[in-house]
């Protein structure tokens, strides 16, 4: 496939992987006072017309700092090894991270958001409008349903 | 980053873009009755595990028939340029997919879904279940607002 190319950075509070609670995982809400930036470089800012509308962006990123991948992997909620398709891992055969972050304000480049759960310095890959096609319900959980608080 | 590489391909019933209704785009439930399935390379299998505990996965996989892209983009449901990034558009500067299907059954390395939007032999690059933090409400829908019904 065509080559992957960074169109901005993450500007987050996390400075590293560590200072992440990871009982924050297990809260749905539990990054939604998290705020931060996601600065996307100046030649890719005219793509960003139209998306103050929106309530709710996709973000896919690069999970940088993961290296290498196992195909049965431990959750960083804990227990017994899981698919590593069954879990939000960083360590995955294509390193992409999935957030849906919530819009707060547009100045030019730089988008305010809250609902960060990358780290400082994360490599954006694309933006993209959460739509009603995004939400679904009523869902079932799988091994996370004991573990995660809805 | 890392290289990116297909985990495996989506059958489709759609053997075209052409075959797909852009109707469907505007309606939230418009791919809900569309089956297909997720077949994902023997190598990658183990890392399946669990997946079938849950209701709804996010896809990630590549627009592969894109060919470049603009920053202002005419959407497919019609009206004005928006900006790439305020659209769904395959043509996009990194054209990777998200969508999220529904789980019907797992049959080793295949995943029977609904909600199939990408077209025959689209090259999956990540799957990841669906979880209460992907669960959004209420959103506002930007220029989509008018163009699709809830």
Not at 2 to 13: A, D, E, F, L, N
Not at 60 to 82: A, D, N
Request: hydrophobic content about 35%; charged content about 30%; overall charge positive.
């Amino acid at each position: 496939m065509s080559k992957i190319r960074p169109i901005g950075i993450v500007h987050s509070p996390f400075k590293r992987k560590e200072d992440i609670d990871s009982k924050k995982y297990a809260d749905s809400q539990g990054f939604d006072t998290v705020h931060g930036e996601l600065e996307i470089f100046k030649e890719y800012e005219d793509g960003l017309k139209d998306v103050e509308g929106f309530s709710h962006l996709v973000v896919l990123f690069s999970f940088h700092k993961s290296k290498g991948y196992k195909l049965h992997t431990e959750p960083l909620l804990g227990g017994i090894l899981r698919g590593v398709f069954a879990t939000r891992s960083p360590n995955r055969p294509n390193p992409i991270g999935m957030t849906v972050v919530k819009m707060i304000e547009r100045n030019g480049n730089r988008l305010k958001v809250s609902g960060i759960d990358m780290i400082e310095g994360t490599p954006i890959l694309d933006i993209k409008p959460y739509t009603s096609r995004d939400q679904k319900s009523p869902i079932k959980l799988g091994w996370l349903e004991k573990k995660m608080n809805s």
